[in-house]
Every structure is written in C-alpha cells, then in structure tokens.
C-alpha cells in the first residue's frame, strides 16, 4: 500500500513542479534573460556494485497457535499457568474437580450392565456379542436355560412385549420354615434333611441351604428362615404341604411346612415389541437351552430390535464419554509455547469442549507481507529477508527467508497485490503483532557501468533514454537498461564510463559562478 501511495503521490508532485518549472521558465525568458538563466544539472556515468531488492511492510504472527480445551465438565480446582509464562507440551495448565462424574459413570456402568444382559437374552447370543450381533436373530426369541414353560399365554398374531414367560427349573425345589431359637441354634447349612408330603408317602431328600440368624419378629417370639432344597421326584409342585425332618448331631428337628418355590427359575423378556408370527411351545412344556419359544414378524419388530441395539451402542459411548472426562481433568499445554491468553479461574464452572485459554508458539515466525504485481515477478521462494523492526529497545534487525508466494492477487487501487508469507527464527525480541518492515533481496552485480535513475525517461517509442551533456547542449540517447534499484540502473549499452548525463535544471542568478535555486528537473523519474 505505501508503493502505491507512494506512486501517486510522486506523479502528483512531478505534475506540479512541471507546471511551476514552466511558469518559473516562461517568466526568465521573458525577462530576457538578465535575471537569470537555465542551466543543466548533471552526474557521471560510473562504475560500481549494484544491488537490487524489493521492500514491503507487514505483521509478524506466530508461527502456531493453539487453543487450550477443556475436555471434561466441572468447576476448576486450581490454575497452574499465567500469561506471558512459558510453557512446554504437556504441561499443567488448570485442574477440574470431578464432581458427580464418578457418580455418573457408576449409573451408566449399570445402565449398560442391565440392557446388556436384557439384549443378549432377547438376541439368543452372549453379551460380549450384543453389540455386534445381526439383529434379525433378535426375532426369534429362545429359552434361556433349561426347565419347564410356566406361564406362556402368547397366540399368534397379537402384538408381544415384556414378560413372555418363566422357565421353571423344577428339578430341585425349596421349603422355607420358621424356627423358634432353640431349634435354630441346632441347625447348620448343609445338613441333611428330608420332607414328608401330605399327599405321598415316603420321604423326599434333601440339604439345608439357608441358615438365617437375622431375628423375625411374631406376635410372642423372634423366629430365623431356614431353607431346605429337594430333589423333585416328578410329582412334587409348589404349595405340597408337609413335614421336613432335619438331621442334627444333638437330635432330629421337626417342622411342618410346604414347598415354597423351585429351585431357579428364569423370566423369559422380550426386550422390545412385535407381532408374533409364530410359537413354537405351548404352557408346561419342556424345553432345553436355546430352543425356540416364539417368532416376531418382521418390519416394525425388526426396527424396534435394530433401535435396541443402537440404544446400547449409544450407552456405550455415553460411557466411553465419562471415562474420557475423569481421564482429562488436568487441562494440559497443547504445544510448546508463551500463554498468551488464559480465561478461566478457581471456582469457575466449565464445559466440555470450552477455549479456556490459548497457547503461541514464538519460536519461529511469519511476516505477512502484501506486495504489488510489479514486484511479486522480483521474488521467489528461498530468498533471503531483512526485517527490521521497531522495539523496546529500538530498531532491530534479523534475516528470514521468503516460504511461500500467493497464487492469486486482490486489487487495490487499480494494481494487484499479493500475499508473501516470510518465515524467521525468533532472536528473542520480536512478538505477534508487531509491524516490520521487509527487504527481500533479489540480485546483485559487481563492476558494471552505472547512470543515476533520475536520468532515465521513455522515448517516443517507448524504449529507455538518458539525456547526454555534449558542450551547452543535450543530446538524447537510446539505452539498454539492466539491473535498477531506486538509485541507479546498469547500463548495458548506449553509455561509456565518464559520461556526463542530465539529472535535473538549475536556475543561475546574473553576476553569480554557480547556480542556485536549485529547481527539480523536467525528466521525471519512471517508475518501475
């Protein structure tokens, strides 16, 4: 921006001196010439180095920066870090209290735990296998272990759901009783016992399994559950009324009693609704392990089977979510770098994913710079940079190298300017923000014929000319123009070393040697 500025106001002030150089002109002339007169301002040709770079202004950024997340939920225990500290990868930078998300994770483990169990009965598979089992398998629904249909009312064609029925392993039963202290202290878990149902005779036998010693208070007494378990003949059933004998070292225990349930028994769940298509048993049959018991119509059963298991996997990540959180309740440095921003304080609640602070590596740096599209063709990548900047301790300097070269311009002012990214290793001294003004270096030539740029004007045909002094008079000359900074150009033809060329007119008062009033020169510079 400050080339092309620079430009129009050069053309504006150049315009201007024109017009009052021929004013003043016009108004010597008229005098005759007593006054004073027109004379030629004048340098040599030489021979020298040349160098040539091309300027530009910009900022300097970091050349990484990174947000500090948070990636748990809570209200922050401590911060470790300030601005303007440094800090490495890694480091910590605040703490957050775990608050209720140890609470948590133990109701999702048993959420999960529950549903787990529920799909993997419903799905006919082992749980480990819930999440990734096909769920057409989910419409036949099987028999969870062996034993005896009770309770099945399901027909075909009717839609259902919940409870389908038990699977009654009646092989063993159990007779619960009540004893008063004395005979309880008597009694011990695995001694031997027998019943006497009302309805048969003989004895069916059996084992203590519970021996209870917490009290249960009667209306005259405490009583203490023991529990017996039978093996079941076959005719046996829950409600037989009878007597159990149990056999202890200091004497027989007798009890009336009646047998209270069977051994095990398993519910049959249906974890989501359908219709049924088929049923494959019928109330009080026998059944082992993994035989089917009915069949759902596909369709909308099918759908309610796939959003089960997609309800699991999304447990499971809710899950996977918590343990994450209470894993990441230290905040820690992204990156190697200088705190410059940090947002949060002791007390503070926080949320999961919040910027609670940012993190700028100033190690190595870029310089931004804008150039116009007369200079962008002068650089390339891999060219060496000054940069001079202004800072506490005044002007400093340091070198970068230009790193990459913007493909499309934007225009400004009628010219296209282009974004030059220079990269820099940081001395110590420079920070994000600062302005910084840029030399790129382009090229340079030793022992070449130089003529001052002041000199130089486009012809009539528009190719480069110089005005030579020969005696009193000017004379126009074709050059061939090679290398040019702002000083001076190299001439690879159309001039010798020595010779004088116009730069510029003077006005001389009468009676004085020398010119004075020194007036701007009517060749105006060109622009490259």
């Known amino acids: 921006m400050r080339r092309v500025i620079f430009?129009?106001?050069?053309?504006?002030?150049?315009?201007?001196?024109?017009?009052?150089?021929?004013w003043w002109g016009v108004k010597s002339l008229s005098a005759g010439g007593k006054q004073a007169k027109i004379v030629m301002v004048t340098k040599p040709v030489t021979r020298g180095d040349i160098e040539v770079t091309v300027r530009g202004w910009g900022v300097l950024q970091a050349i990484e920066e990174r947000d500090i997340l948070c990636l748990a939920e809570g209200v922050v225990k401590n911060v470790f870090v300030g601005q303007g500290?440094?800090?490495?990868?890694?480091?910590?930078?605040?703490?957050?209290?775990?608050?209720d998300l140890e609470v948590k994770l133990k109701q999702k483990e048993i959420e999960l735990e529950i549903l787990k169990i529920e799909l993997a009965k419903a799905f006919g598979v082992s749980p480990d296998k819930v999440e990734s089992v096909d769920p057409n398998q989910a419409l036949v629904l099987r028999a969870p272990s062996p034993g005896r249909v009770e309770g099945f009312r399901v027909k075909?064609?009717?839609?259902?759901?919940?409870?389908?029925?038990?699977?009654?392993?009646?092989?063993?039963?159990?007779?619960?009783?009540?004893l008063p202290k004395t005979l309880f202290d008597m009694v011990r878990v695995g001694q031997r016992a027998g019943f006497?149902?009302?309805r048969f005779d003989g004895e069916t036998p059996g084992v203590v399994i519970v021996a209870d010693p917490t009290p249960i208070a009667r209306e005259q007494a405490y009583f203490y559950e023991v529990k017996v378990e039978l093996q079941n003949p076959g005719l046996l059933k829950v409600g037989d009324q009878g007597y159990v004998i149990i056999r202890?070292?200091?004497?027989?225990?007798?009890?009336?009693a009646a047998i209270s349930s069977f051994a095990s028994s398993e519910p049959l769940i249906a974890a989501f609704s359908g219709t049924v298509k088929k049923t494959f048993v019928k109330d009080g049959a026998r059944v082992k392990a993994g035989d089917p018991i009915l069949e759902f119509e596909p369709g909308q059963a099918l759908l309610n089977a796939m959003a089960k298991q997609m309800e699991y996997k999304?447990?499971?990540l809710e899950l996977e979510e918590i343990r994450m959180m209470l894993q990441n309740l230290t905040i820690r440095a992204p990156i190697d770098g200088t705190i410059?921003?940090?947002?949060?304080?002791?007390?503070?609640r926080v949320a999961k994913g919040s910027n609670v602070g940012r993190v700028s590596s100033y190690d190595r740096m870029n310089l931004m710079l804008r150039l116009d599209e007369m200079d962008v063709p002068k650089v390339s990548k891999g060219q060496k940079v000054e940069i001079t900047v202004w800072g506490p301790q005044g002007q400093q300097k340091c070198e970068?190298?230009?790193a990459d070269i913007g493909a499309t311009g934007e225009p400004r002012d009628g010219i296209g300017s282009f974004n030059i990214r220079v990269e820099l290793d940081n001395p110590g001294f420079l920070l994000p923000g600062m302005g910084a003004e840029a030399s790129i270096f382009v090229s340079q030539k030793q022992n070449v014929l130089l003529c001052p740029v002041e000199a130089l004007y486009r012809g009539d045909d528009g190719g480069w000319m110089v005005d030579v002094k020969e005696g009193k008079e000017r004379k126009p000359v074709p050059v061939k123009v090679g290398l040019m900074n702002d000083m001076v150009f190299e001439v690879l033809a159309g001039l010798t070393e020595g010779q004088e060329v116009v730069t510029g007119m003077t006005k001389e008062q009468p009676g004085q040697s020398g010119g004075s009033s020194v007036r701007p020169t009517t060749t105006i510079k060109i622009l490259k």
């Open 7 to 22: 430009k129009w106001v050069a053309g504006l002030a150049a315009l201007a001196l024109l017009v009052g150089l021929g």
């Open 248 to 256: 202890t070292p200091t004497g027989d225990v007798r009890q009336r």
């Open 314 to 316: 999304q447990k499971v």
């Open 340 to 348: 410059i921003y940090i947002g949060i304080v002791p007390g503070q």
């Open 85 to 99: 500290q440094r800090a490495a990868k890694d480091t910590p930078v605040a703490e957050i209290e775990p608050g």
């Open 196 to 198: 006497y149902p009302d």
């Open 156 to 178: 075909e064609g009717e839609i259902a759901s919940g409870l389908i029925c038990q699977i009654v392993n009646d092989s063993n039963l159990v007779v619960a009783l009540e």
């Open 400 to 402: 970068g190298t230009v």
